[in-house]
């Protein structure tokens, strides 16, 4: 498997987050450019790839995930948290997971 996949967990009550907006950048383009917009499912994740493994390609990318829209939290620390990252062997699989709360947010490159 190659491309860019993700998924959300809510750790304040230790569930996937559902229906979070997240968006694919492609950083090295000035602006960036919106590559893809799609909303996590019940399991946290999105139904297809974020960048599918026939357009998987070397880069520098932008995942945004809209956490703020979700969590609504007047003492929220984030609206939208971007993570950026490079691919430098489109071959492998990207795994960018996020792990968030009103007041916390922690990503990794997971498998």
């Not at 009550?13 to 909303?39: E, F, H, I, K």
Request: charged share 20%.
């Amino acid at each position: 498997m190659t491309g860019i996949t993700t998924h959300v967990l809510n750790i304040t009550n230790g569930r996937p987050l559902a229906g979070l907006q997240v968006d694919l950048y492609d950083v090295a383009t000035n602006p960036p450019t919106r590559m893809n917009t799609t909303r996590t499912n019940a399991d946290g994740r999105t139904d297809a790839p974020m960048l599918a493994g026939k357009d998987a390609r070397t880069g520098h990318f932008e995942l945004r995930f809209h956490v703020g829209d979700h969590f609504k939290a007047s003492d929220g620390l984030s609206d939208v948290v971007p993570v950026r990252f490079s691919i430098f062997d489109a071959k492998q699989h990207y795994h960018v997971p996020m792990l968030c709360a009103p007041w916390f947010f922690s990503t990794y490159r997971g498998s």
